[in-house]
């Protein structure tokens, strides 16, 4: 006698497809997954980036010897473009200049668009003693 094949031994070519759909439906998760976090992570590290060069333009301010009304702006090596101005409030307009208060604002811009800003007051007797604003 010989032996029959046995049927039953294996997988058929339906158990295969399923497998292999699901297969790369998980893989699929998983590159969604990781481009997520690739696009989170150059967010992070260009806001890192952008905060650095703010801080830096707001103590490098008084170098820059900007009077009130007066703008100037920059880019930095990495491709952040960066703007710094001095505006005095309408208040302080009528004040001496060596008793009013002056605002500072920088903005910077990273290469995806996304604009960060900050700014502070400086007294402007501060600012003659200092050599900044004369």
């Known amino acids: 006698m010989t032996a029959r094949p046995d049927r039953s031994a294996g997988f058929s070519l339906i158990e295969v497809m399923v497998a292999f759909v699901i297969l790369s439906l998980v893989v699929a998760m998983c590159l ?8 989170a992570e ?25 009077l009130p009304g007066q ?19 309408a208040s302080d307009a009528g004040i001496g200049a060596s008793r009013g208060v002056m605002w500072i604002t920088a903005e ?9 800003s900050a700014s502070t007051a400086r007294w402007l007797g501060e600012m003659t003693q200092q050599g900044g604003v004369e």
């Open 42 to 66: 150059a967010k992070a590290r260009w806001s890192d980036e952008a905060h650095v060069l703010l801080r830096d333009r707001l103590v490098a301010f008084e170098s820059l010897r900007l």
């Open 108 to 116: 910077v811009t990273d290469p995806t668009g996304q604009t960060y």
């Open 32 to 39: 969604q997954v990781y481009t997520r976090s690739a696009e």
């Open 71 to 89: 703008k100037t702006s920059g880019e930095a090596a990495d491709g952040l473009r960066w703007t710094i101005g001095a505006t005095q409030p």
